[in-house]
């Protein structure tokens, strides 16, 4: 069968309704993305900007070579020893003790036996001297006269002559023996001549005392570091009355 071929009319009733439907689509299309026909596109400005190239790769680490060597080796460490407490509690005790007195102890520190009083480590007269002092205390009992390290006084000029003799005693030809005991002082003065054993008239005793008193001069007693010291004498003085020839 032989297919007839359109003319130029068909084709262009044709072209009409299809030309209208794609312009209408075309329109339709710029209304809805908002496109508004006749404007011009200014494209944005450019921003320009440097690139810095990445840092190079650090070096490899060079790892050095183990070498053998010969020496002998340590032995390994100990393990770690770890503290645990015990599980078990001591329960309160039965008996109560009584509560433990504070010691007594001095505020400052010595070498003196004393709570109250510091000491010098060498010894002396009383407990509290540092060197030069009267201590309150003597070292245990008793009024000897030793001097340990130090050196004892030494009589300068004084003595007692027998025209010293009290007139009374004289005179009743009363005589006998006086004990006396005084302090020596730092100067090599006497002070505090006191009786310890009386001769047995009381006119000898005073003026044993009187005449020790005023006349004695002594060079003081000296410490071990050849400073001067007081000290005490006890001495004996004998009164022998002389027979009356006439």
């Not at 205390?137 to 000029?157: F, M, Q």
């Not at 027998?162 to 005179?171: I, K, L, T």
């Not at 000290?231 to 009164?239: D, F, G, K, S, V």
Request: proline share 14%.
């Amino acid at each position: 069968m032989t297919l007839a071929r359109p003319d130029w009319r068909d084709r262009l009733r044709a072209a009409i309704p299809t030309a209208l439907i794609v312009g209408g689509m075309g329109y339709a299309l710029i209304l809805g993305l908002g496109f508004a026909p006749g404007v011009p596109i200014s494209s944005p400005a450019l921003d320009s900007f440097d690139v810095t190239p990445p840092a190079p790769p650090p070096p490899p680490r060079v790892r050095p070579q183990k070498v053998a060597t010969h020496r002998p080796r340590g032995a390994a460490a100990p393990p770690n020893i770890r503290s645990q407490a015990t599980e078990i509690v001591a329960p309160p005790p039965l008996v109560v003790l009584p509560p433990v007195s504070p010691v007594v102890v001095a505020p400052v520190a010595g070498t003196g036996a004393d709570a109250s009083q510091g000491a010098s480590d060498r010894p002396g007269p009383g407990t509290g001297a540092g060197g030069i002092g009267n201590g309150t205390g003597s070292g245990g009992s008793g009024d000897g006269d030793g001097y340990g390290d130090e050196t004892p006084p030494e009589l300068i000029r004084g003595r007692i002559t027998p025209s010293d003799y009290p007139p009374g005693a004289s005179r009743a030809e009363i005589g006998g023996k006086v004990t006396v005991r005084y302090f020596v002082n730092v100067d090599g003065r006497v002070s505090g001549c006191v009786v310890t054993r009386s001769s047995g008239n009381a006119e000898l005793d005073e003026t044993t005392c009187r005449l020790v008193t005023r006349r004695f001069r002594y060079a003081p007693s000296r410490d071990a570091d050849g400073r001067p010291v007081g000290a005490y004498i006890l001495q004996n003085h004998e009164w022998v009355p002389e027979p009356d020839n006439d």
